[in-house]
């Protein structure tokens, strides 16, 4: 459908024999517009867009000749802007074609944002595509109603055209086929490089880049208090969260549909006039339901974050996001959206709820994944998922790592401070602080005990233990001098003692 748009006065469409909008062969003249306003400014976006389209793919005449323009420029790396391609064209003696200087400067104010090129170019290859399709078809329909018309001749020139679209298609480097694609060696030295979590360390990962995270609980245990201050560290407004570092982010979109005001206030808490300029600058917030449920719209959460510039977007909560959870094939579809906005480089945090069936589970009783409500795909397709256990109001709680990217975190017994915001780490419970309790040190079946409550504590809690230590050891928070060998005497275990350099930060 044609587009309202400002153009120049020497700037035609194609020839059409349409005489209403609705014969007019399809084209978008708006993003046509827009993808060479973006070109002009981001060499990124030139790039992106000359994957994707042919200069014929342009509707417009003048539009394909300022499109070459630019490439022409690109090639020759020299700038894309209004004054140099007005310049490159006015030599080429095309400047007065093309609607003039002043009509390089409407396109140059044509793109909402020149993240979108790509976007654009989407829309405008469609079209084009569409075109090259209804052309096909009124030269067969012309065909049948010449006299002596022969169907098998038609059918074959048809069919031919057919393949030769399909076959271009194909063959463009910026096809739904081959747009994702890459060579092995690309995948595995830059899409699966060894880079640092968003939250945690190498060993002990809460939220690795290019997966989502996720954090289960009931209502009231503090999943958004614990989400908030993650949000917080990525812009840069603390540097840790339950003593793990958090890396930063460029902007945050914060998807805010469940209660949105109550949100407001549990963030206030946090909030200083100091903090202003950061969060009108690199926190956007969406109030209330989307304009569609992901499972509808899947390309959805991606447009959202290219449309307002975030490489983060959190989800609260991922009941107002779906039509319903508990059903495969909408987990599938929202599944679909969380990885699109991932493979865009848009990292995904997800707040959700455990199953209403199992909220009278005993308190000790460690959760596992079929607590958390909805389809067994909602919790398959995320990369690391937290579960809070605990009573609405409580301000201690216990952290599960339910699905860990590397080592496991916790169990934690956390304790929240409703009054301002934060979430620590219950003292009687933290390696460190257990280590500065005991000055002669702890062997691992020693801090198992501690961590377990259990006097003789499993393999399983020793070997956790052991991580525990080894971990502090490689951080400087821990020393350990070695144990003896056995003999007549029996061994003697390695110990761990808290360092010499955390006694004096501590």
């Known amino acids: 459908m044609n587009q309202r748009t400002a153009s120049g006065p020497d700037t035609p469409s194609r020839p059409s024999t349409a005489t209403s909008l609705v014969d007019e062969p399809p084209n978008d003249l708006a993003a046509e517009q827009a993808i060479l306003g973006a070109c002009m400014f981001r060499h990124q976006a030139v790039d992106e867009v000359r994957a994707q389209l042919v200069p014929e793919d342009f509707y417009r005449p003048a539009h394909e000749t300022i499109w070459r323009a630019i490439l022409a420029l690109r090639a020759e790396d020299a700038p ?61 329909v012309q065909l049948a109603v010449e006299p002596g018309a022969d169907p098998d001749a038609i059918r074959s020139a048809a069919e031919a055209e057919l393949r030769a679209e399909r076959d271009r298609s194909l063959a463009s480097g910026g096809g739904r086929l081959s747009r994702y694609l890459v060579d092995g060696w690309r995948f595995v030295t830059e899409t699966g490089a060894d880079t640092d979590p968003l939250w945690g360390t190498r060993e002990q990962t809460a939220w690795s880049s290019g997966e989502s995270l996720m954090i289960v609980g009931p209502p009231g245990v503090g999943k958004t ?32 549909m469940d209660r949105p005001k109550q949100i407001a206030h549990a963030m206030a808490r946090r909030i200083s006039p100091d903090h202003e300029s950061v969060l009108r600058d690199r926190l956007a917030v969406w109030q209330g339901p989307l304009p569609a449920t992901l499972d509808k719209e899947p390309d959805l959460l991606a447009d959202l974050a290219a449309a307002h510039q975030a490489d983060t977007i959190v989800i609260d909560s991922l009941k107002d996001a779906v039509s ?107 390696p460190v602080a257990i280590l500065r309790a005991h000055p002669d040190g ?21 070997e956790k233990a052991r991580r525990h230590l080894e971990r502090l050891v490689k951080s400087g928070h821990a020393r350990k001098t070695e144990g003896a060998a056995g003999g007549t005497g029996g061994g003697q275990q390695a110990r761990y003692g808290v360092s010499n350099l955390h006694i004096a930060v501590g």
């Open 225 to 256: 208090t614990l989400a908030h201050q993650v949000i917080l560290a990525r812009l840069g407004l603390q540097d840790t969260v339950l003593n793990m570092p958090v890396s930063s982010s460029e902007r945050v979109l914060y998807l805010a």
């Open 80 to 140: 894309t802007d209004p004054i140099v391609l007005g310049d490159y064209l006015l030599g080429r003696g095309d400047l007065s074609r093309i609607g003039g200087t002043p009509y390089l400067h409407v396109l140059a104010d044509a793109p909402p944002t020149v993240a979108n090129a790509a976007h654009y170019a989407e829309i405008v290859r469609r079209k084009a595509d569409l075109r090259r399709l209804r052309e096909n078809g009124i030269r067969t």
């Open 442 to 462: 702890l062997t691992t079946r020693d801090l198992a005990a501690v961590l377990s409550g259990q006097a003789n504590p499993d393999r399983s809690a020793v």
């Open 324 to 430: 319903t959870l508990v059903d495969d094939a909408l987990a599938v579809a929202f599944h679909n959206a969380r990885m699109r906005a991932l493979r865009n480089g848009v990292e995904v945090m997800e707040l959700h709820h455990q199953r209403k069936a199992t909220a009278d589970a005993p308190r000790g009783q460690r959760p596992t994944l079929d607590r958390v409500y909805g389809s067994t795909w909602i919790t398959s397709g995320a990369g690391s998922v937290l579960f809070i256990a605990g009573e609405a109001g409580d301000p201690a709680v216990t952290l599960h790592h339910l699905k860990t990217p590397t080592g496991e975190i916790g169990p934690l017994q956390v304790i929240h401070d409703h009054e301002r915001g934060t979430t620590t780490i219950e003292p009687t419970f933290d």
